[in-house]
Each structure stands twice: as C-alpha cells, then as structure tokens.
C-alpha cells in the first residue's frame, strides 16, 4: 500500500539556519504530493502542494519539489524564523482513492533565537 | 468561511462515560475525516465519508467507537464506553472532490480519559 517516510526528529535549528526535511514516498501511479504543518494547540493546515512530477510547491519561503525519480518531496526554507517551529507532516493522495491522504509520521522543528 | 468547527475543544470525562464529539465540515466540502493523534501513535485516520456515506472506517479501533453523518454540515464521533487509552486529540477534516485533494482541519477536540 502507500506510504509516506519522514526523518525522525526532532530537528533543532539556530534562527536564520537551512532547513531541508526529507519525505519520501510509496504509491502505484502518480500521486499528488503535500506539506501540512501543525503549530502547537492547533489543526493541520496546508503548507504547500504539487500535483506531478517536477512541480515545485511553494509558500511562505518554503519550498519542494515532486521528484518523481527519486520518489521524494523534500521540504526546504533558507532562513528560519522561530515562528516556523511546529511539526511538519508530509502527505500523497493516491488517485482513485477519493480524497483520502497517506500522512508520514510528522517532523518536529524548533528553532532557537 | 468559519473553516471546520469541532466542539467540545476540551472534555475530560470518567472511565466508562459515553463521549461525543462533534465536526461542523466547510459548506460545500464533499468530505469529511475523523483522525486521532496521540504521541505513541501519531496521525490515525479513524473513518470518512463522501457525500454523508462512511466510505472507509477500517481504521476505527474497536466497536466502542462510532461514526454518524446525518447531513451534509454536521458529524459526529461517539466513544461509549471510554477507556483511558482513548485519550487524545481528535481531529475532522473536510474536503472537496474538485479541490485537489485539500483537506482542511479544525482545531481539535482534546479528550481526556481519567
């Protein structure tokens, strides 16, 4: 079946640092790709989203791209803010499977000022 | 749009007790999820339904646990009877079938089981 691998975290930063969260993913055909991210005490909510291959989703300066040959989707932002500390979870929507997401287990990131 | 409503935000109940939670989905949106997040076991997708159908429900853990969707703007997830080990945060989501797959999370319900 689909599945979504995440890295263990948690990923602990200086402000200002690179940021690179790998995802990779298993799925028969070719899924739709997603960030979400949860920010303590709250819901998940869409960070950014690519529908095929070599798409690059993008929001708030974070950034990643549908690698379909390496079947990842990594997540990547230049500089981070402390505001960006939250959990970060990587999903695919396999088609013909209605609106249903495969979510990986979710990365912790904390950034320090 | 108010986005999905979930109430209670926070229910601390007793071992045994009969607990609903309740999901109001974004008007229009098609379907609706029921996940559970705990430490131990992360994000777990519970049941959904398309069109106030269950489509899928093989992730609800055991027979104490039910899903209903009597309308189209409003779900509900009944634990009866409660255990300790139900406690968690219980998310709904909702989407729509021309959405791209999107789904959108309410703030959560918070269970606590003594």
């Known amino acids: 079946g689909d599945s979504v691998t995440q890295m263990e975290g948690p990923v602990t930063l200086s402000e200002e640092a690179f940021l690179t969260i790998n995802c990779t993913y298993t799925a028969t055909g070719y899924p739709s790709l997603f960030w979400y991210v949860q920010y303590p005490g709250e819901g998940l909510q869409l960070l950014l989203k690519a529908t095929k291959a070599d798409d690059k989703g993008s929001n708030k300066g974070f950034e990643a791209t549908y690698r379909k040959e390496t079947t990842s989707f990594h997540l990547e932002k230049g500089s981070v803010q402390v505001s960006d500390s939250a959990v970060y979870f990587c999903a695919l929507s396999a088609k013909n499977a209605g609106n249903m997401l495969t979510f990986g287990g979710g990365t912790r990131l904390m950034v320090k000022p | 749009d108010a986005g999905v409503i979930q109430s209670p935000r926070h229910e601390v109940t007793e071992m045994g007790q009969e607990v609903t939670l309740r999901c109001k989905p974004i008007?229009?949106?098609?379907?609706l999820f029921w996940y559970r997040q705990t430490m131990m076991r992360g994000l777990e997708l519970l049941i959904y339904?398309?069109?106030?159908?269950?489509?899928?429900d093989s992730g609800m853990p055991e027979d104490r646990f039910s899903a209903k969707m009597p309308n189209a703007s409003f779900s509900t997830l009944k634990i009866q009877p409660s255990e300790p080990r139900d406690s968690a945060v219980y998310f709904c989501?909702?989407?729509?079938?021309?959405?791209?797959?999107?789904?959108?999370f309410g703030p959560g319900t918070r269970l606590t089981v003594t």
């Open positions: 989501a909702s989407s729509s079938s021309g959405s791209s797959y999107e789904q959108y």
């Open positions: 339904f398309n069109n106030n159908v269950p489509i899928d």
């Open positions: 008007s229009g949106h098609d379907y």
